[in-house]
Nanobody, 115 residues
Framework: QVQLVESGGGLVQPGGSLRLSCAAS????????MGWYRQAPGKQRELVAI???????NYADSVKDKFTISRDNAKMMVYLQMNSLKPEDTAVYFC?????????WGQGTQVTVSS
């Protein structure tokens, strides 16, 4: 089993930046990929960014050139640097991990972009 805990969410003004962190614990060996999803009220959960154990990344078109995903494999941490934030980025952001073809989710951290 893998446990995921997010941190770093909060309230920021439009145009601001925020850095999210996710710590994995438990059976952390053989994690194939980690990343971030988000869900706004009344909307479906959507992919934000994924990074594989080999370093490949994939971003949603809406966040390309604004967000950057990174990882620390030794500590099994994943980060999401969010720049140029807009109100439409407001959502609960969930950490995600895949291990041995199973999916794991954190409980989410709230990001609110508002003036």
């Amino acid at each position: 089993q893998v446990q995921l805990v997010e941190s770093g969410g909060g309230l920021v003004q439009p145009g601001g930046s925020l850095r999210l962190s996710c710590a994995a614990s438990g059976s952390i060996s053989r994690i194939n990929a980690m990343g971030w999803y988000r869900q706004a009220p009344g909307k479906q959960r959507e992919l934000v960014a994924i990074i594989t154990s080999g370093g490949s990344t994939n971003y949603a078109d809406s966040v390309k050139d604004k967000f950057t995903i990174s990882r620390d494999n030794a500590k099994m941490m994943v980060y999401l640097q969010m720049n140029s934030l807009k109100p439409e980025d407001t959502a609960v952001y969930f950490c995600y991990a895949r291990r041995l073809d199973y999916n794991y989710w954190g409980q989410g951290t709230q990001v609110t972009v508002s003036s």
